[in-house]
């Protein structure tokens, strides 16, 4: 029971990290790193705890930080990532376990359940971090924590746990507290970790959630400037296109027959192959259509633009431009033409209107927050916020997606209410 008493500390904290670390990525032999960290911080706190338990000095909280400044940096050696990320995962831990603590300690105050001890301590923190993985298992994953971090959060977040726990450690200077005093002190320290923690993850998802949003206004706007021109492009080649054919029928005589059948074949393929009765629908169908055609992969549509004509032409534009581009790029990844296929289709269902998607995938795809992660992390521009648009413009009209990878065949469909 004294070995436990003087390396449940450290233990508790180390647990607590691992809530907030398990969504970075794992270093090789990532369990034997572990367990050496493990053992090398139990081995460098025991001498500490037990230094601890009969002084509360200055000296004492110093040594416990060291400790701290410890295991960041065992962490840093099991799991891959920048140390400021890692660092501010160990600050979240450290606040967690001093929550466990001080609610174990207001706990035992209730009617029979006192009194307080190192079992109770340990209890409370380990039902803590079952609650806490379970809260934040999904938001860690979806705002990519370990990737999106803000030094001045980490930074101020640090110092409010370095000073609430400095403050509660020196508080015992003054000899044995009274109950009104440790549910004083108690209160606290929690309210103070609790706001290190929110500091930590509900400022950085806003500032992220922001960060996303002035992107896509962002590339909303650069593509309603791509629209705008394409529209004009549409509108020059079907001019040039109507003169070519008018030209092309007073030489008809003079040509022979398969001269002049390659020659309308070229302008036709200009001349736009799908009137689906949406003008921005044609548009970009007709663009990817020369993209496709370029890259020897087959597109097909089915299904009436009349269908689109509540959405704005912009949204036509973005959501079917975003969702051709990677079909496209996923397409151009393979050799065999029966795999450079594209299948879409637009019907109505009852009061909502359903874009289908069909083509074959050569990755894995690995998804978060419903949507699939990008393959192209390691490129410069924008590449994973197409899919996070098209979205966007689904849930305008009371809609949304869905997205299914299996057996090398990705669908994607995205219904919307026609109003």
């Known amino acids: ?237 079907n001019i040039k296109c109507h003169d070519l054919k008018h030209k092309l029928r007073s030489l008809e005589p003079h040509l022979p027959k398969s001269e002049i059948d390659s020659m309308r074949e070229i302008i036709d393929s200009y001349d736009g192959v799908y009137r689906t009765g949406n003008d921005a629908l044609d548009i970009v169908l007709n663009e990817k259509n020369m993209r496709c055609r370029s890259k020897n992969i087959a597109l097909t549509y089915m299904g009436p633009g009349e269908e689109l004509s509540f959405l704005e032409d912009m949204d036509v534009y973005s959501m079917l431009g975003n969702i051709l581009d990677n079909a496209i790029d996923a397409a151009d990844k393979f050799e065999s033409p029966e795999k450079r296929v594209i299948s879409m289709t637009l019907q109505r269902k009852g009061d909502f209107v359903c874009l289908n998607t069909i083509n074959y995938l050569a990755d894995d795809l690995s998804f978060a927050d419903g949507l699939p992660r990008t393959t192209k992390e390691g490129e410069q521009g924008y590449h994973g916020y197409g899919l996070k648009s098209v979205r966007e413009i689904a849930r305008r009209h009371h809609g949304g997606i869905s997205v299914s990878a299996a057996d090398g065949i990705f669908c994607m469909s995205v219904y919307m209410m026609n109003e």
């Open 1 to 237: 029971m004294e070995l436990f008493r003087a390396v449940n500390y450290i233990i508790e904290v180390l647990l607590a990290e691992l809530v907030f670390l398990h969504v970075f990525p794992r270093r090789e032999r990532f369990g034997l790193r572990l367990a050496v960290v493990t053992a090398l911080a139990v081995a460098a706190d025991y001498p500490e705890a037990i230094y601890r338990q009969g002084n509360t000095s200055f000296v004492a909280f110093l040594l416990m930080v060291l400790v701290q400044a410890g295991t960041v940096v065992g962490m840093y050696f099991v799991f891959r990532g920048r140390f400021l990320p890692i660092l501010s995962a160990c600050v979240s831990g450290v606040a967690l376990q001093h929550i466990g603590h001080h609610a174990s300690r207001l706990l035992v105050l209730l009617p029979g359940l006192g009194p307080w001890n190192s079992v109770w301590e340990f209890a409370v923190c380990i039902a803590l971090d079952a609650g806490v993985l379970w809260l934040l298992r999904g938001p860690l994953r979806a705002t990519r924590y370990e990737e999106n971090y803000a030094p001045p959060i980490t930074i101020v977040s640090l110092v409010i746990v370095l000073l609430c726990t400095g403050v509660t450690r020196f508080l015992r200077l003054s000899g044995p507290m009274n109950v009104y005093a440790i549910i004083c002190t108690s209160v606290y320290a929690i309210t103070c970790c609790v706001l290190a923690l929110l500091i930590q993850y509900m400022l950085h998802y806003m500032v992220q959630f922001k960060s996303e949003y002035l992107l896509l206004r962002r590339i909303r706007e650069e593509e309603r400037q791509q629209f705008e021109i394409s529209r004009e492009q549409a509108e020059l080649i």
